[in-house]
Protein backbone atom coordinates (compact mmCIF):
# COMPACT_ATOMS: atom_id res chain seq x y z
CA UNK A 1 0.00 0.00 0.00
CA UNK A 2 1.51 3.70 -0.86
CA UNK A 3 1.54 6.00 1.56
CA UNK A 4 -0.55 8.98 1.46
CA UNK A 5 2.01 11.08 3.49
CA UNK A 6 3.87 13.97 1.59
CA UNK A 7 7.62 13.58 2.03
CA UNK A 8 8.98 16.25 3.27
CA UNK A 9 12.33 18.05 2.13
CA UNK A 10 15.04 17.99 4.78
CA UNK A 11 17.31 20.72 4.86
CA UNK A 12 21.29 20.51 5.76
CA UNK A 13 22.98 23.17 7.99
CA UNK A 14 26.68 23.90 7.53
CA UNK A 15 27.14 24.77 10.70
CA UNK A 16 29.41 25.66 13.32
CA UNK A 17 30.17 29.13 12.43
CA UNK A 18 29.60 29.86 15.40
CA UNK A 19 28.31 27.33 17.36
CA UNK A 20 25.62 29.19 18.96
CA UNK A 21 24.54 31.18 15.98
CA UNK A 22 23.70 27.75 14.12
CA UNK A 23 21.65 26.58 17.31
CA UNK A 24 20.03 30.05 16.92
CA UNK A 25 19.28 29.32 13.62
CA UNK A 26 17.72 25.91 14.74
CA UNK A 27 15.35 27.75 17.12
CA UNK A 28 14.14 30.21 14.46
CA UNK A 29 13.05 27.69 12.40
CA UNK A 30 11.57 25.95 15.31
CA UNK A 31 9.67 28.86 15.93
CA UNK A 32 8.97 29.48 12.59
CA UNK A 33 7.10 26.21 12.14
CA UNK A 34 3.47 26.01 12.47
CA UNK A 35 3.16 23.19 14.34
CA UNK A 36 0.93 21.28 17.01
CA UNK A 37 3.26 17.69 17.57
CA UNK A 38 6.48 17.04 17.30
CA UNK A 39 6.18 15.38 13.77
CA UNK A 40 5.00 18.73 12.70
CA UNK A 41 8.00 20.17 12.90
CA UNK A 42 11.00 20.19 10.23
CA UNK A 43 13.80 17.57 10.18
CA UNK A 44 17.20 19.21 10.02
CA UNK A 45 20.66 17.57 9.76
CA UNK A 46 22.92 19.88 11.22
CA UNK A 47 27.09 19.49 11.06
CA UNK A 48 27.58 22.15 14.05
CA UNK A 49 31.38 22.27 13.13
CA UNK A 50 33.07 25.02 15.30
CA UNK A 51 36.59 23.51 13.54
CA UNK A 52 36.02 25.60 10.75
CA UNK A 53 39.03 27.27 9.65
CA UNK A 54 38.51 30.97 10.93
CA UNK A 55 36.92 33.13 7.86
CA UNK A 56 38.61 36.16 10.08
CA UNK A 57 42.15 34.59 9.76
CA UNK A 58 41.40 33.90 6.12
CA UNK A 59 40.13 37.10 4.50
CA UNK A 60 41.10 39.69 7.11
CA UNK A 61 44.05 38.76 8.44
CA UNK A 62 45.68 36.84 5.54
CA UNK A 63 46.91 34.34 8.08
CA UNK A 64 44.56 31.57 7.96
CA UNK A 65 43.56 28.59 5.41
CA UNK A 66 40.55 28.40 3.66
CA UNK A 67 37.76 27.06 5.42
CA UNK A 68 36.40 25.82 1.87
CA UNK A 69 37.67 22.44 1.53
CA UNK A 70 36.35 21.73 5.13
CA UNK A 71 32.98 23.58 4.07
CA UNK A 72 32.82 21.44 1.05
CA UNK A 73 33.65 18.30 2.93
CA UNK A 74 30.46 19.05 5.29
CA UNK A 75 28.25 20.02 2.09
CA UNK A 76 29.06 16.56 1.09
CA UNK A 77 28.39 14.27 3.95
CA UNK A 78 24.79 16.11 4.74
CA UNK A 79 24.03 15.77 0.76
CA UNK A 80 24.78 11.83 1.83
CA UNK A 81 23.03 11.37 5.00
CA UNK A 82 19.97 12.74 2.92
CA UNK A 83 19.83 16.42 2.91
CA UNK A 84 17.20 17.97 0.02
CA UNK A 85 19.27 21.46 -0.01
CA UNK A 86 21.79 23.33 2.36
CA UNK A 87 21.98 26.47 4.05
CA UNK A 88 25.08 28.29 5.39
CA UNK A 89 24.10 29.95 8.82
CA UNK A 90 27.28 32.62 8.02
CA UNK A 91 27.24 35.64 5.84
CA UNK A 92 31.25 35.81 5.87
CA UNK A 93 31.23 32.39 5.36
CA UNK A 94 29.30 32.97 1.55
CA UNK A 95 32.66 34.41 0.20
CA UNK A 96 33.14 30.88 -0.66
CA UNK A 97 29.54 29.65 -1.75
CA UNK A 98 30.25 28.99 -5.23
CA UNK A 99 33.12 26.59 -4.03
CA UNK A 100 30.56 24.92 -1.54
CA UNK A 101 27.36 25.00 -4.46
CA UNK A 102 29.93 22.80 -7.51
CA UNK A 103 30.14 20.40 -4.66
CA UNK A 104 27.02 19.27 -4.56
CA UNK A 105 24.24 18.32 -7.09
CA UNK A 106 21.57 19.77 -4.50
CA UNK A 107 20.58 23.20 -4.00
CA UNK A 108 22.33 25.12 -1.27
CA UNK A 109 20.91 28.98 -0.84
CA UNK A 110 22.32 32.54 -0.90
CA UNK A 111 21.83 34.15 2.54
CA UNK A 112 23.07 37.18 0.63
CA UNK A 113 20.75 36.94 -2.47
CA UNK A 114 17.61 36.36 0.51
CA UNK A 115 18.55 39.25 3.11
CA UNK A 116 18.74 41.73 0.07
CA UNK A 117 15.12 40.60 -2.25
CA UNK A 118 13.71 40.66 1.32
CA UNK A 119 14.62 44.18 1.93
CA UNK A 120 13.92 45.49 -1.40
CA UNK A 121 10.60 43.16 -1.18
CA UNK A 122 9.42 44.93 2.29
CA UNK A 123 11.01 48.47 1.26
CA UNK A 124 10.91 48.97 -2.62
CA UNK A 125 11.56 52.48 -2.14
CA UNK A 126 14.74 52.67 0.03
CA UNK A 127 17.85 53.90 -1.08
CA UNK A 128 20.64 53.80 1.63
CA UNK A 129 21.08 50.75 3.83
CA UNK A 130 23.41 50.65 7.15
CA UNK A 131 25.40 46.87 7.45
CA UNK A 132 26.06 45.74 10.20
CA UNK A 133 28.33 42.74 10.23
CA UNK A 134 31.90 41.36 10.25
CA UNK A 135 34.71 43.79 8.70
CA UNK A 136 35.41 40.98 6.57
CA UNK A 137 31.75 41.57 4.70
CA UNK A 138 33.24 45.05 3.84
CA UNK A 139 36.57 44.28 2.48
CA UNK A 140 34.98 41.45 0.61
CA UNK A 141 32.39 43.39 -0.38
CA UNK A 142 29.94 40.42 -0.79
CA UNK A 143 26.45 42.50 -0.25
CA UNK A 144 27.31 45.07 -2.59
CA UNK A 145 26.92 43.14 -5.78
CA UNK A 146 23.11 42.29 -4.83
CA UNK A 147 22.49 45.75 -3.40
CA UNK A 148 24.12 47.69 -6.34
CA UNK A 149 21.34 45.83 -8.71
CA UNK A 150 18.64 47.27 -6.96
CA UNK A 151 19.96 50.99 -6.71
CA UNK A 152 20.89 50.72 -2.72
CA UNK A 153 23.35 52.16 -1.17
CA UNK A 154 25.26 50.18 1.57
CA UNK A 155 26.62 52.17 4.64
CA UNK A 156 28.58 51.21 7.49
CA UNK A 157 29.88 52.02 10.30
CA UNK A 158 32.41 54.30 11.06
CA UNK A 159 35.97 52.75 12.34
CA UNK A 160 35.56 53.02 15.68
CA UNK A 161 32.15 52.15 15.84
CA UNK A 162 33.48 48.78 13.66
CA UNK A 163 35.81 47.72 15.85
CA UNK A 164 33.08 47.89 18.52
CA UNK A 165 30.94 45.46 16.71
CA UNK A 166 34.11 42.89 15.58
CA UNK A 167 34.72 43.38 19.20
CA UNK A 168 31.46 42.42 20.01
CA UNK A 169 31.47 39.56 17.65
CA UNK A 170 34.01 37.78 18.96
CA UNK A 171 32.50 37.95 22.43
CA UNK A 172 28.99 36.21 21.23
CA UNK A 173 31.28 33.70 19.93
CA UNK A 174 33.09 33.46 23.27
CA UNK A 175 30.34 33.80 25.46
CA UNK A 176 31.88 36.65 27.09
CA UNK A 177 29.32 39.48 26.30
CA UNK A 178 29.82 42.47 28.81
CA UNK A 179 26.75 45.48 29.06
CA UNK A 180 29.62 47.97 27.55
CA UNK A 181 29.79 46.16 24.15
CA UNK A 182 26.04 46.08 24.09
CA UNK A 183 26.25 49.61 25.06
CA UNK A 184 28.84 50.43 21.95
CA UNK A 185 26.95 48.83 19.16
CA UNK A 186 23.50 50.63 20.12
CA UNK A 187 25.96 53.52 19.23
CA UNK A 188 26.93 51.99 16.10
CA UNK A 189 23.70 51.59 14.95
CA UNK A 190 22.23 55.01 16.24
CA UNK A 191 25.27 56.67 14.40
CA UNK A 192 24.25 54.76 11.10
CA UNK A 193 20.79 56.31 11.14
CA UNK A 194 22.24 59.84 11.63
CA UNK A 195 24.26 58.97 8.45
CA UNK A 196 20.75 58.71 6.35
CA UNK A 197 20.57 54.79 6.74
CA UNK A 198 16.93 53.77 6.59
CA UNK A 199 16.82 50.32 7.82
CA UNK A 200 19.26 48.24 9.27
CA UNK A 201 20.96 44.49 8.39
CA UNK A 202 22.09 42.58 10.66
CA UNK A 203 24.64 40.42 8.15
CA UNK A 204 26.33 38.64 10.92
CA UNK A 205 24.88 35.78 12.86
CA UNK A 206 26.97 36.33 15.68
CA UNK A 207 24.28 39.37 15.89
CA UNK A 208 21.51 37.66 15.60
CA UNK A 209 21.79 35.92 18.84
CA UNK A 210 21.54 39.49 20.19
CA UNK A 211 18.89 40.50 18.50
CA UNK A 212 16.56 41.69 21.28
CA UNK A 213 19.61 43.93 22.76
CA UNK A 214 19.86 46.39 19.38
CA UNK A 215 17.75 49.49 20.26
CA UNK A 216 16.81 51.06 17.27
CA UNK A 217 13.83 52.64 15.72
CA UNK A 218 14.49 51.69 12.05
CA UNK A 219 13.20 48.82 10.54
CA UNK A 220 15.68 45.94 11.50
CA UNK A 221 16.56 42.79 9.08
CA UNK A 222 18.11 40.63 10.58
CA UNK A 223 19.92 38.06 7.67
CA UNK A 224 19.19 34.68 10.49
CA UNK A 225 15.64 35.28 10.20
CA UNK A 226 15.11 35.29 6.65
CA UNK A 227 16.91 31.97 6.35
CA UNK A 228 14.28 30.61 8.92
CA UNK A 229 11.96 31.97 6.99
CA UNK A 230 13.13 30.44 4.02
CA UNK A 231 13.83 26.84 4.98
CA UNK A 232 10.21 26.41 6.27
CA UNK A 233 8.82 28.17 2.71
CA UNK A 234 10.58 25.70 1.11
CA UNK A 235 9.76 22.63 2.78
CA UNK A 236 6.31 23.31 3.88
CA UNK A 237 5.00 26.00 1.30
CA UNK A 238 4.35 28.90 4.18
Known amino acids: ?16 MGPEATVDLMQKV ?11 HIRMLVDNNPKVPSRIKAIIEG ?21 DFLVI ?11 VENSVSIPVFNLIEK ?11 IQKIGLLAS ?11 WFSKLNIQIMYPSSEDQTAVMDLIRAVKANQLLPSQIDDYNRAASNLKELGAECLVLACTELSVIYDDLETSLPVFDAA ?7 VEEVLGK
Open 225 to 231: EILANSI
Open 89 to 99: PCNTAHFYYAD
Open 63 to 83: TGESPAPCMIQMAQGLEKQGA
Open 135 to 145: SALQKIRLYEP
Open 1 to 16: MLSNVRKEKVVGIIGG
Open 115 to 125: TTLQVKKELPS
Open 30 to 40: ISATPARDDID
